[in-house]
């Protein structure tokens, strides 16, 4: 008798170490739940901070001084506004620099969304995850004054020029499909289009308006903006990047309504991105 009941407490509490462990795990279940859509959010890749990707280097008028941490300029003015929202405190925002390519890749990503002038398109929805669209910019010709380009009033004069833009952007997407400008002179980034710009290995290339108004009055300050294109109808505009299936994204897009709503990026797009110059249209 003593041995069938030492046997039968050793089935009793081999059963009872699941059932307890169980319920352990639901409550920390429900313990981590309640965490969701706050700054310690378990799901962030670092509950505590917003870890936020972008260039390296940053340009203006995106962000100034190279320093995405200053919060001068459009895209990290949206990110401090942002945070501020979801709860963070401005020093808990943490910026991860990469490349455009890397950005758009699938797989997985080493912060929470990012912020690079990436639109918003159906190719690259099918790989990762994007914001709603939070500004779109016109299309614009950036050339040297004696670039064959200045003048031209039609995609058919366009074409004759030589074109270049930076690799996996829809600049370039533009430029072939869009204007359907063959051979396009392809770099590595926006630096290394500017260059060939002004080395004269290319005539033209095609930029945001935002981007080329910075551009012809800082990087090449001896080009102008000749012309604006059409908007593309692959490209709905920027978006904030996330990797595919992240669940902060509908988190994230409240917050970024909000501050929408609020006028927060209207007095940003005043502030760094509008020119005054009036420049013509070309629109076929």
């Known amino acids: 008798m003593t041995r069938v009941l030492a046997v039968a407490a050793a089935i009793v509490a081999i059963v009872a170490c699941p059932l307890f462990a169980t319920g352990a795990?639901?409550?920390?279940?429900?313990?981590?739940?309640?965490?969701?859509?706050t700054p310690d959010d378990p799901r962030l890749v670092t509950p505590g901070k917003l870890t936020v990707g972008t260039g390296d280097p940053v340009y203006p008028p995106w962000m100034l001084h190279n320093d995405p941490a200053r919060g001068e300029g459009?895209?990290?003015?949206?990110?401090?506004?942002?945070?501020?929202?979801?709860?963070?405190?401005?020093?808990?925002?943490?910026?991860?620099?990469?490349?455009?390519?890397?950005?758009?890749?699938?797989?997985?990503?080493?912060?929470?969304?990012?912020?690079?002038?990436?639109?918003?398109?159906?190719?690259?929805?099918?790989?990762?995850?994007?914001?709603?669209?939070?500004?779109?910019?016109?299309?614009?010709?950036?050339a040297l004054p004696e670039s064959p380009v200045v003048g031209a009033t039609s995609f058919a004069e366009l074409r004759d020029a030589r074109w270049g833009a930076t690799i996996?952007?829809?600049?370039?997407?533009?430029?072939?499909?869009?204007?359907?400008?063959?051979?396009?002179?392809?770099?590595?980034?926006?630096?290394?289009?500017?260059?060939?710009?002004?080395?004269?290995?290319?005539?033209?290339t095609v930029v945001a308006l935002p981007t080329a108004l910075f551009a012809t009055a800082v990087q090449v300050p001896e080009a102008r903006i000749t012309a604006l294109l059409p908007a593309d109808p692959n490209d709905t505009g920027h978006g904030l990047l996330f990797e595919k299936?992240?669940?902060?994204?509908?988190w994230v897009n409240e917050a970024l309504q909000a501050i929408i709503d609020r006028g927060v990026i209207d007095e940003l797009i005043s502030t760094y991105l509008v020119g005054d110059e009036e420049i013509p249209e070309i629109t076929e």
């Open 168 to 204: 996996g952007t829809t600049d370039l997407d533009y430029l072939e499909n869009i204007l359907g400008i063959r051979n396009v002179a392809v770099y590595d980034d926006q630096a290394g289009t500017f260059q060939a710009l002004q080395g004269g290995l290319i005539d033209a």
């Open 25 to 37: 795990a639901e409550v920390d279940e429900q313990d981590t739940s309640a965490l969701e859509r």
């Open 74 to 142: 459009f895209e990290n003015g949206i990110v401090y506004a942002l945070a501020q929202e979801l709860g963070f405190a401005r020093e808990d925002v943490v910026w991860v620099g990469q490349t455009f390519d890397q950005a758009i890749a699938p797989g997985p990503k080493p912060y929470d969304f990012a912020i690079q002038q990436i639109s918003v398109t159906a190719d690259r929805q099918q790989i990762v995850d994007f914001s709603m669209v939070y500004f779109q910019p016109d299309k614009s010709v950036v």
């Open 245 to 250: 299936d992240n669940p902060l994204v509908p």
